[in-house]
Nanobody, 119 residues
C-alpha cells in the first residue's frame, strides 16, 4: 500500500520559515521523483518542486525558486520542503505526490498539510 503523509504545516508570519515533511512508503523502485504541490482556496493545484530519490536531481517552479529548497533522506523515506521568506500568497494546503509538476501519472497523494502565512 502506497502512503504519503505530510506534516509540518502551521501558522507563520510573513518573512518566516517552515519545513514540511513527506513520509513515503510502498512506492516501487521505478518512482522517478517525489514532488510538492499546493492548492490555495479557489485556485487550481500548483506544482512547486520535485526531487529524484535516485540521484537527488531537483526541479523548482519559478514562483518558489530561491525561497524553497527540496531535499530527501532516503534512510528515513522522507522528503522535505524548506520554505523561507514566506509570503501571504504562499498560504495553501501543501501536498506531496509521486512525481514532478507536469507529470501525467500522479496517482498517489497525501492528505495535505495547511500553511497559513499572516501579513
Amino acid at each position: 500500500e502506497v502512503q504519503l503523509v505530510e506534516s509540518g504545516g502551521g501558522l507563520v508570519q510573513a518573512g518566516g520559515s517552515l519545513r514540511l515533511s513527506c513520509a513515503f512508503s510502498g512506492l516501487t523502485s521505478d518512482v522517478d521523483a517525489i514532488g510538492w504541490f499546493r492548492q490555495a482556496p479557489g485556485e487550481e493545484r500548483e506544482g512547486l518542486s520535485c526531487i529524484s530519490p535516485i540521484n537527488g536531481a531537483t526541479l523548482y517552479h519559478n514562483s518558489v525558486k530561491g525561497r524553497f529548497t527540496i531535499s530527501i533522506d532516503n534512510a528515513k523515506n522522507t522528503v522535505y520542503l524548506q520554505m523561507n521568506s514566506l509570503k501571504p500568497d504562499d498560504t495553501a494546503v501543501y501536498y506531496c505526490t509521486n512525481g514532478c509538476p507536469g507529470d501525467s501519472d500522479l496517482d498517489y497523494w497525501g492528505q495535505g498539510t495547511q500553511v497559513i502565512v499572516s501579513s
